[in-house]
């Protein structure tokens, strides 16, 4: 079993960063990829980024290419996502989630390919 535990969230203008944490207990995170989701209100979950288990390739979704960056430290337990030049459409309840794997990120782009699950973290960009 693996426990994940989001922070960082918060309230940011149009333009700012926030960075997003995800800790793992139980289970450590070196052999697992890692993704970012988020559910805006009335919208389904959607997939933001992932990382593989050794950090080696990353995945990210079209509208958040070039300004978020995902992140992994094995020693640390930790993931992390950079988000900079925020939109008001990056408002949404981010989750990490996990998976025991040695694929490559790109594989991972679906909610239902993953394991564990955090509780989420409210962004919200105003404009």
């Known amino acids: 079993q693996v426990q994940l535990v989001e922070s960082g969230g918060g309230l940011v203008q149009a333009g700012g960063s926030l960075r997003l944490s995800c800790a793992a207990s139980?289970?450590?995170?070196?052999?697992?990829?890692v993704g970012w989701f988020r559910q805006a209100p009335g919208k389904e979950r959607e997939v933001v980024a992932a990382?593989?288990?050794?950090?080696?390739?990353?995945y990210y979704t079209d509208s958040v290419n070039g300004r978020f960056t995902i992140s992994k430290y094995n020693a640390k337990n930790t993931v992390y996502l950079q988000m900079n030049s925020m939109k008001p459409e990056d408002t949404a309840v981010y989750y990490c989630?996990?998976?025991?794997?040695?694929?490559?990120?790109?594989?991972?782009?679906?909610?239902?390919?993953?394991?564990?699950w955090g509780q989420g973290t409210q962004v919200t960009v105003s404009s």
């Open positions: 989630a996990a998976v025991r794997s040695f694929y490559s990120a790109g594989n991972f782009r679906t909610a239902n390919t993953y394991d564990y």
């Open positions: 139980g289970r450590t995170f070196s052999s697992n990829t």
């Open positions: 990382i593989s288990w050794n950090g080696g390739s990353t």
